[in-house]
């Protein structure tokens, strides 16, 4: 290819433009995150001048992808529940709230991702780290229900690897997610050859290559997820309808294209109905299934109705709808609520408590493979003990989008 002398000049006029834009700043002169330039726009002083001690700026190029995590841009949804409260238990009212962007699992945490993190506890923690972290298995037992199989298979068995794990606490869950950010950030530092990769865990923020922690999702980004009316937008923040389940359409079964008349989502559809009849079963689940088994909603999170129901951060109270802000709620503790309003003390009170709601109740969303519809419909909510488990509950980490104002 030949280039004329005036066009080569154009070329390089344009390179040493541009060096100029890198050297005072990013394009167009103005620096950004991830192009600040090489002087300080306030000082001028020289970044990355390491014989000069200068300021020492890492390459960032944005918050680094996390595994199994989907982007869920945030915005204004009304939380609480569309159906009617026929619990009459007035606790998911109707509220505007915002909600800032975050990251959400596209699954349900499986027994095999389970099982790996008991691998590496039993590697390297204690065995009474290791022993704390085992699940439940006897949350399968009944009395009066012949369900020994599962106690033995369902989660160490090899056709139940990619089935939700159950039994699992909200205390176990949580320290799930705190071995998680270090397992993912000790392999993201180690891809990047950082020095601090092996010392205590704890990589720096400022390096730019780790991803914020796995955690819990609160209430609200649960149930903002799950509503997914991204998928409901019409122009100009126009929403064209509401939702009862993660889906459109008031009915729990596929209206379209060959799918037309499957369920779309895995729970009890009646009294002793879990999976229909032999021959044409109409959820193929007596209990859970597949963690990618039903379509996925508009955010592309696959189960956020039915399969398992799921732990979130926030501890119960009834009044939450009425107390909590109205951008990025969340409910810590008591505060405004506290759990002596409650007669909730059973050590003081054994014959005459009343209440089971305390500082250690955790709010769990969704509906499970064990619940009829009504659960299924995002606003719903129910509450344990933070130390409880049992065969219906399991759960999916989020993560801030760090570094974003919407």
Sequence with gaps: MRYSFKSLFYLLSGSVLLSACSLFGGGGGKPTAQNPGQLSNVTKLPFNDEDAGGFMVKPFKGQPDAPNMVFIEGGRAVMGSFEEDVMSYRDNLERTVSVASFYMDETEIANINWLEYLHYLARDSSQEVYEAALPDTTVWVGKLAFNDPYVDHYLRYPGFRYFPVVGVSWNQASKYAVWRTNAVNKALAEAAGEEFAETDGRI????GIV???????????????????????????????????????????????????????NFKRGRGDYAGIAGRLNDGALITSYIYEFPPNDYGLYNMAGNVSEWVQDIYRPMSY???????????????????????????????????????ARVYKGGSWKDVAYWMSPGTRRFLDQDSATATIGFRCAMIRAGSNY
Excluded at 204 to 207: A, D, K, R, T
């Design 204 to 207: 720096p923020l400022e390096s």
């Design 211 to 265: 991803v914020p922690s796995f955690r819990l999702p609160t209430e609200a980004e649960w149930e903002y997820a799950a509503q997914a009316l991204i998928g409901t937008q019409w122009v100009e923040e126009l929403q064209t309808h509401q939702r009862i389940y993660p889906w459109d359409g008031h009915a729990v079964r596929n209206p379209y294209g060959k799918q037309m008349g499957y369920m779309l989502a």
């Design 322 to 360: 009425q107390d909590f802000d109205d951008l990025n709620p969340i409910r810590r503790d008591g505060f405004l609520d506290e759990a002596k309003g409650y007669n909730s003390d059973f050590e003081a009170n054994p014959e005459s408590f009343t209440s089971l709601i305390t500082d250690r």
